[in-house]
């Protein structure tokens, strides 16, 4: 009975967290978190004071942790499509279609991560991120060793942009339309994953 009991307290707390979290991300959409109050959060996430200092040091922290937990997410998904991928143009392709896909299904945790990191929460959330982002272009940079032969030999940087930077483009301004159509995702899907793939092809694979 105990262990049901510190079960079920466990998944309210959980779920209290993530509705703070939630409704963050709407205030800080809507105002941006400096014009955003922690009375504002409360209100909106229906949690106590007690519950958001117990998960949370204040709004900052909030806005990192959700930062930080959507980079992570977008990132080992990514990973996932390349680890997954038996050939290079599986992956290339895959990764395009994932990142279409992925802004699709999470536009304001999109929005959020392009364009509300405010210096406090850069400081923040520096350290951690740089981390994050080292694990996944170590994984990216893993896949395009192991599919040499089959990729154009480009610096890194370079592949990178030639591989993502189209589709990093389209979901930008996919993003600032007030209604957004999904057919232009479906239709970007395989116009940008295609291209990806004959900008990042070896000439042995364009035959």
Known sequence: MRGM???????????R???IL???LD???EKGLADTTAAELLERSGASIGSFYHHFGGKADVAAVLYLETLEAYEQQFLGILNESGHAREGIEGAVRQHLHWTEHNP????YLIHCREPEVAQLTEKRAQQLNQ???DGVMKFLREHAREIRPLPADVCYALWIG???EFTRWWLLESKRDPSRIRRAEKLLARAAWKALRSESQAS
Not at 5 to 15: D, H, L
Not at 108 to 111: E, I
Request: aromatic share 10%; hydrophobic share 55%.
């Open 17 to 19: 967290r993530n509705q």
């Open 27 to 29: 205030l800080f959409l």
């Open 5 to 15: 009991a510190a079960g079920a307290r466990a998944t309210a707390s959980r779920a």
């Open 22 to 24: 939630d409704a963050a």
């Open 166 to 168: 189209p589709a990093n």
């Open 135 to 137: 694990v996944f272009f």
């Open 108 to 111: 304001k945790l999109a929005r």
